[in-house]
Nanobody, 124 residues
Framework: EVQLVESGGGLVQPGGSLRLSCAASGFTFSNYAMSWIRQAPGKELEWVSLINTDSRSISYADSVKGRFTISRDNAKNTLYLQMDSLKPEDTAVYSC?????????????????WGQGTQVTVSS
């Protein structure tokens, strides 16, 4: 059974940082691209960042480029998202998603499993 469990969310002031983790199990983590996706209150799901299997191909949504850093540790079956210079508009539930292949995309249809998510709130 595929399981994706996020952690690391919380309340942080504008300009602060958080590091999210996603522990994966039930599949061969190193064979699949992974992404972070978020959903703000009252808004649609938004793709945030993508990393392929060997970490050589990484991409970000324009809204987070230069502030967020995605990474993965295939030995630990874990995906990370380092979030710096956080803004109130980053407030959302953040979930990790398993891609259908080694490469992935910024299209939500190319992901078949999501975690329950972790809440990130940016507020003073």
């Amino acid at each position: 059974e595929v399981q994706l469990v996020e952690s690391g969310g919380g309340l942080v002031q504008p300009g602060g940082s958080l590091r999210l983790s996603c522990a994966a199990s039930g599949f061969t983590f190193s064979n699949y691209a992974m992404s972070w996706i978020r959903q703000a209150p009252g808004k649609e799901l938004e793709w945030v960042s993508l990393i392929n299997t060997d970490s050589r191909s990484i991409s970000y949504a324009d809204s987070v480029k230069g502030r967020f850093t995605i990474s993965r540790d295939n030995a630990k079956n874990t995906l990370y998202l380092q979030m710096d210079s956080l803004k109130p508009e980053d407030t959302a539930v953040y979930s990790c998603a398993k891609g259908l292949s080694a490469y992935g995309s910024n299209q939500l249809m190319d992901y078949d499993y999501w975690g329950q998510g972790t809440q990130v709130t940016v507020s003073s």
